[in-house]
T-cell receptor, first 109, second 117 residues
Framework: GQSLEQPSEVTAVEGAIVQINCTYQ??????LSWYQQHDGGAPTFLSY????GLEETGRFSSFLSRSDSYGYLLLQELQMKDSASYFC??????????FGTGTRLQVFP | GAVVSQHPSWVICKSGTSVKIECRSL??????MFWYRQFPKQSLMLMAT?????????EQGVEKDKFLINHASLTLSTLTVTSAHPEDSSFYIC?????????????FGSGTQLSVL
């Protein structure tokens, strides 16, 4: 089976940098994705790591270490609009996307 | 990017009635769609994989007779919650894969908030 664990909540101030970790246990795995979800909305794709290392997309970066079964999402220059829930998601060997437990990020002025 | 349209966005119904939720891929064909359920402040839980022209594949613990999935065309999948009860109240989201550039991504519908009285 596959399970992806995240911290339940993270708080930070505008302009700061925050890292959201994701640790996983899986019996088959093809990459790690990150999604953002605002309250009442659908998840939106942020980033995908197929291989180990860092992927940078603007203010957001994502890192994956398959040997450590670990990844993280790094958000820089935080803005109030970044307050949302963030989910890591793993693609299992049947091509299904399984979501992590989710992290609620609150950005304060 | 690819667009997935989900309808209705919210529905309130009486206990015992059935509710149908539609998920359409507007500008691409989706042989496979996924249905998720999300309770407040929780993660998205995969319910089933909808396959065009064949039976859906349900995740463990999901009642296939209660959550009927039909994927009759390459652009439409429907989820019917039969004999809905208050515990079925949840946010239901569909998704489909599409190629964007050289990366295959999962695109989500806007979700359906179901409230069963």
């Amino acid at each position: 089976g596959q399970s992806l664990e995240q911290p339940s909540e993270v708080t930070a101030v505008e302009g700061a940098i925050v890292q959201i970790n994701c640790t996983y246990q899986t019996s088959g795995f093809y990459g790690l994705s990150w999604y953002q979800q605002h309250d009442g909305g659908a998840p939106t794709f942020l980033s995908y790591n197929a291989l180990d290392g860092l992927e940078e997309t603007g203010r957001f970066s994502s890192f994956l270490s398959r040997s450590d079964s670990y990844g993280y999402l790094l958000l820089q220059e935080l803005q109030m609009k970044d307050s949302a829930s963030y989910f890591c998601a793993g693609i299992d060997n049947t091509d299904k996307l399984i979501f992590g437990t989710g992290t609620r990020l609150q950005v304060f002025p | 990017g690819a667009v997935v349209s989900q309808h209705p966005s919210w529905v309130i119904c009486k206990s015992g009635t059935s509710v149908k939720i539609e998920c359409r891929s507007l500008d691409f064909q989706a042989t496979t769609m996924f249905w998720y359920r999300q309770f407040p402040k929780q993660s998205l839980m995969l319910m089933a994989t909808s396959n065009e022209g064949s039976k859906a594949t349900y995740e463990q613990g999901v009642e296939k007779d209660k959550f009927l999935i039909n994927h009759a065309s390459l652009t439409l999948s429907t989820l019917t919650v039969t004999s809905a009860h208050p515990e079925d109240s949840s946010f239901y989201i569909c998704s489909a894969r599409a190629l964007q550039g050289n990366l295959e991504k999962l695109f989500f519908g806007s979700g359906t908030q179901l409230s069963v009285l």
